[in-house]
Antibody, heavy 118, light 110 residues
């Protein structure tokens, strides 16, 4: 079965960096685009970024463009999110999600919590 | 990109039907048939319930249905059951490889 497992979250000071990982299994990772979606505590969902099948095309929400970088290693079936210049407002649970053929998010991981605080 | 607009709460008794609306613009909901709905129980990851406006993934009960008219999409839950109590989010493709979510609706089964 499809499984997505995020890791790498933690407490980090404002202005510092953090890299999240998402290990995928149960499907052919290189056949799917992958998203990052975040959810601030007690708040709704916010799309963060998308990377296409081979990693050649990447897209970002305005709120993170220029600070976050999405990437993937298809040989390791792993998705990444490099987060630089972190701000307090980046505090959230970060989910990786698979993109289906209809632009929906069809499978989600359990999330990894990022807290940006001094 | 602005978030889609959902009512903060909805409720119904067991066995009843409830509809949750999701309003966007011609740049998202009105422009594409890529509306999806997600169910999220407390402390859990979201789960896809409806995609492409009205299609159900395998395993989702047919009590869940979706529709769209103009810039507004709707999720209807028929024959409410206790386990349907959760937060529901709509989402839409919003051009130029952007996606937007609604603010969420807390569904309470009375």
């Amino acid at each position: 079965q499809v499984q997505l497992a995020e890791s790498g979250g933690g407490v980090v000071q404002p202005g510092r960096s953090l890299r999240l990982s998402c290990a995928a299994s149960g499907f052919i990772f290189s056949n799917y685009g992958m998203h990052w979606v975040r959810q601030a505590p007690g708040k709704g969902l916010e799309w963060v970024a998308l990377i296409r099948l081979d990693g050649s095309d990447k897209y970002y929400a305005d709120s993170v463009r220029g600070r976050f970088t999405i990437s993937r290693d298809n040989s390791k079936s792993t998705l990444y999110l490099q987060m630089d210049s972190l701000r307090a407002e980046d505090t959230a649970m970060y989910y990786c999600a698979r993109r289906d053929a209809y632009s929906a998010f069809d499978y989600w991981g359990q999330g990894t919590l990022v807290t940006v605080s001094s | 990109q602005s978030a889609l607009t959902q009512p903060p709460s909805a409720s119904g008794s067991p066995g009843q039907s409830v509809a949750i609306s999701c309003t966007g613009t011609s740049s998202d909901i009105g422009g594409y048939n890529y509306v999806s709905w997600y169910q999220q129980h407390p402390g859990k990851a979201p789960k896809l319930m409806i995609y492409e406006v009205s299609k159900r993934p395998s395993g989702v009960p047919d009590r869940f249905s979706g529709s769209k008219s103009g810039n507004t999409a709707s999720l209807t839950v028929s024959g409410l059951q206790a386990e349907d109590e959760a937060e529901y989010y709509c989402s839409s493709y919003a051009s130029s490889n952007n996606w937007v979510f609604g603010g969420g609706t807390k569904l309470t089964v009375l």
